[in-house]
């Protein structure tokens, strides 16, 4: 089969395009022939060096897949050979992700495909929607499970909507029945936050976004889902109501923050860090099933329509994939790894 690996930190130029032998799933765990994988920031961080020492002498990157099962291991009964699948935090742990043909995982990080779910669907999954639900599920007022009308009633803020992380807790918000509000630095990332399901969007680059979204939401915002806490922590304190809650996900721009303490008393609001890596079993399988019941109902989709454009690359330009993540690329991209 063929796989994408790296055996040293760098830039995407270590990425190379190579044969190996399909591995053979074990107990509790299945091989899932990968036809979409997603590319997030953490695989270009892991590859670059961010995260540390490699934890393998070779690694296939790729947490976010979908795909086939094509063989299972002993003791599986919840999933069979042919099921269609997406995968979370394949390389969590593990040398071999979902940047190659064969990939085999341990049962809990698979996850049913319904059938009118798409694989690109499947493999835009993962990191973000998942990261999304953990950031909607954690409130000291709100649910720990979402499911249609769990957040009537509440309003989220989403920082950078048009991102992947922020467009599927725009979406996931909106199934869930909370009044959705996204900031956003043009008209044509609103566009894309309103194709998502966002009811109000910001631009934060005009105005004062504190005064737009008091008047959208006077008592304050129940859930700030936040990407760049360095910028807007002020922002979000100005904003949420008492016991709210700002669940922070990323850094973008910049590692440090600094906090009023006389001020972010009065809001008793909680700060929530969320790093899908460490949030537990219990979380990711309660966040696989709710985010699968929002694709049943049609809830959830990628594509322009969805405000999530598409990039797709070939395995082979699995490099050009990651650099184009690593830009900045507006949307999701994804690798076509082997046919539907």
């Known amino acids: 089969m063929r796989a994408v690996v790296y055996t040293e930190s760098g830039d995407s130029s270590v990425l190379e395009l190579v044969e190996r032998e399909a591995a053979e799933p074990g107990p509790g765990e299945v091989r899932v022939r ?17 995260m540390g020492e490699l934890a393998f002498p070779e690694i296939v990157p790729g947490q976010d897949g979908a795909g086939v099962i094509d063989a299972v291991g002993p003791d599986v009964t919840d999933l069979a050979v042919g099921d269609r699948v997406w995968t979370m935090l394949a390389q969590h742990t593990r040398p071999g992700g979902t940047a190659q043909e064969q990939v085999v995982l341990p049962v809990g990080h698979v996850t049913v495909l319904p059938d009118s779910a798409s ?5 835009a999954l993962g990191v973000p929607a998942v990261t999304a639900h953990r950031a909607l599920t954690t409130s000291e007022d709100g649910p720990d499970r979402l499911v249609p009308g769990a957040l009537g009633g509440q309003t989220v803020l989403v920082a950078g909507g048009a991102g992947a992380v922020g467009n599927a807790a725009i979406q996931l918000a909106r199934w869930a029945g909370a009044t959705v509000i996204s900031t956003v630095s043009s008209p044509a ?6 194709a998502a399901g966002a009811h109000h969007t910001v631009d934060y680059r005009e105005g004062d976004v504190v005064e737009v979204v008091r008047a959208i939401a006077p008592d304050g915002v129940d859930i ?21 809650t ?3 996900y990323a850094n973008n721009g910049g590692d440090e923050v600094t906090v009023s303490v006389r001020e972010t008393f009065s809001t008793n609001a909680r700060f929530q860090w969320v790093l899908l890596y460490t949030v537990g079993h219990e979380a990711l399988r309660a966040a696989a099933e709710d985010i699968t019941a929002a694709l049943v109902d049609g809830a959830f989709g990628v594509g322009e329509e969805h405000g999530l454009p598409v990039h797709h690359f070939p395995l082979e330009q699995t490099a050009a994939a990651h650099a184009a993540v690593e830009d900045g690329a507006v949307g999701k991209v994804l690798l076509d790894v082997t046919a539907d």
């Not at 990332?189 to 309103?194: D, E, H, I, N, S």
């Open 246 to 248: 700002i669940a922070i």
């Open 34 to 50: 990968i036809v979409r994988a997603g590319v997030n920031p953490t695989d270009w961080k892991f590859r670059a060096g961010g």
């Open 119 to 123: 694989y690109d669907v499947g493999a």
């Open 224 to 244: 700030v889902v936040e990407v760049a806490p360095a910028q807007n922590l002020r922002l979000d304190v100005q904003v949420i109501r008492p016991r709210g």
């Open 189 to 194: 990332k609103a566009a894309l936050a309103t």
